[in-house]
């Protein structure tokens, strides 16, 4: 039985199809920069704003028509939930799909009920993974939902939290790993504070550290060889996140001997909550080697929280695709679609519509990408910005053969500084357009 009788699998059609339920830009075989484009998107659908999520907001309750569910919270009800949802992975042709521990399987009245809950609904994980090729990109656990963490997790005052925190991701890697997960995710949705008048701050992050070496013990001792992504956010539900962007996690990785075990997946949205672009939190993870995974939203600039939509702006996933290409691909990660349907789109088909919008969004936004480095343009234009530095003094600077006296006497004989040529960033932006204008 069919949960979706009306929709095909979906197909690429190309840039002049009027169809709503067929690709425009993602053609999964398509060869870019050598690889097709399924192997560089690597698209990956979620599980709890696509089959959890029931649209209720804080003034009001769900509107979501989910016809397969019953509504109960029961483990026959995510049994057959799983079945639904890979149905709607493999008609969108997703690869991959992610998961919290709580998505999947109830929470039971003890952690020995919600590990068995969990065990029994990855059986059928198992055996849709088997019957359709579709892949775990990545698991987690859920450990903000629920009011034993009002005051944290691993970061909690309490200890007891602190050990029951280790026994859900200790179940949670076990799934993930005999799934085949190839990453598995910490969010740390309420690992920070909302007052530093009660918080012993080095306290917290000594803790969390100590959490994240025992999952790479653990890791190890289960032979779980995935990669382990930290996904930074700023603020919400808590007013400061000690994950808080892409800079933050990585002095917390050197400062506490984890840089070795741990990369980013970055989110759009919490990228802007941080007060940055996209762009800059890809560019930061990927030169200091540590670009694991995206998801792929966006949020509304005239709202301040994380709203979780579905990104289609080409200027957005133009740029975020230049800086994956740039910094050698995603890895073991993907584009996963941490985004969810509007409230008011509340029909199952819309499910569909989302998905496809974003997925040729991304499958544009990495032509744009691609056709920009092979023109050179924006290439050549900062190589030539930095070329002060390729020869001469800027060289020597660079290779530690000189200090401030030589500076000094450099500058002394010189007597000022060669011109500043011009940014050209209009130019730019321009450049940026023509590319647009011509995939």
């Known amino acids: 039985m069919t949960a979706f009788p009306d929709v095909p699998v979906i197909q690429y059609e190309g840039p002049q199809s009027d169809?709503?339920?067929?690709?425009?830009?993602?053609?999964?075989?398509?060869?870019?920069?050598?690889?097709?484009?399924?192997?560089?998107?690597?698209?990956?659908?979620?599980?709890?704003h696509t089959f959890r999520g029931t649209g209720s907001d804080p003034f009001g309750p769900g509107t979501a028509l989910r016809p397969w569910d019953d509504g109960s919270e029961s483990v026959d009800n995510a049994k057959k939930r799983a079945v639904v949802a890979f149905e709607l992975f493999t008609k969108l042709q997703a690869p991959y799909y992610a998961f919290h521990d709580r998505d999947v399987a109830p929470e039971g009245g003890s952690l020995a009920e919600s590990h068995a809950n969990l065990d029994a609904v990855a059986d059928v994980l198992a055996e849709q993974q088997q019957s359709t090729g579709v892949k775990l990109l990545w698991g987690t656990a859920n450990m903000f939902s629920n009011p034993r963490f009002m005051h944290g997790a691993a970061t909690s005052c309490n200890a007891d939290v602190f050990a029951y925190c280790a026994g859900q991701v200790k179940k949670a890697l076990e799934v993930t790993h005999r799934l085949g997960g190839e990453n598995y995710v910490f969010w740390g949705g309420r690992e920070g504070y909302q007052n530093l008048y009660n918080t012993d701050m080095k306290r917290e992050l000594d803790h969390l550290a100590k959490f994240f070496h025992m999952a790479v013990d653990y890791a190890k001792e289960i032979g779980f060889k995935g990669q382990f992504l930290i996904e930074p956010k700023p603020k919400e539900p808590t007013k400061h996140q000690y994950d808080s962007d892409a800079a933050a996690c990585m002095n917390f990785l050197r400062s506490y001997g984890l840089e070795d075990h741990f990369k980013l997946n970055l989110e759009t949205n919490h990228a802007t909550l941080a007060g940055h672009t996209m762009m800059h939190e890809l560019d930061y993870a990927g030169m200091q080697?540590?670009?694991?995974?995206?998801?792929?939203?966006?949020?509304?600039?005239?709202?301040?929280?994380?709203?979780?939509?579905?990104?289609?702006?080409?200027?957005?996933?133009?740029?975020?695709?230049?800086?994956?290409?740039?910094?050698?691909?995603?890895?073991?990660?993907g584009v996963n679609f941490d985004a969810k349907v509007r409230r008011e789109s509340h029909e199952p088909i819309d499910l569909f519509y989302a998905h496809i919008g974003s997925m040729?969004?991304?499958?544009?936004?990495?032509?744009?990408?691609?056709?920009?480095?092979e023109s050179g343009e924006l290439c050549d234009f900062v190589k030539n910005r930095y070329a002060s530095w390729d020869e001469g003094i800027g060289a020597k600077i660079e290779s530690g053969n000189v200090g401030f006296a030589e500076l000094e006497k450099y500058m002394l004989d010189k007597g000022e500084v060669t011109a500043n040529a011009s940014?050209?960033?209009?130019?730019?932006?321009?450049?940026?357009?023509?590319?647009i204008d011509r995939v």
């Open 19 to 48: 169809n709503p339920l067929a690709f425009r830009w993602y053609n999964p075989e398509e060869v870019v920069e050598g690889k097709t484009m399924r192997e560089h998107l690597r698209f990956s659908i979620v599980y709890w």
């Open 289 to 333: 080697g540590a670009l694991g995974s995206i998801d792929a939203n966006t949020g509304d600039m005239l709202l301040g929280w994380d709203t979780d939509q579905f990104g289609t702006d080409y200027y957005l996933t133009a740029q975020t695709m230049l800086m994956i290409l740039k910094h050698g691909g995603l890895g073991s990660g």
């Open 360 to 373: 040729d969004a991304y499958a544009k936004g990495l032509k744009i990408a691609a056709a920009i480095r």
């Open 423 to 435: 940014g050209r960033q209009e130019m730019l932006e321009n450049l940026f357009n023509k590319h």
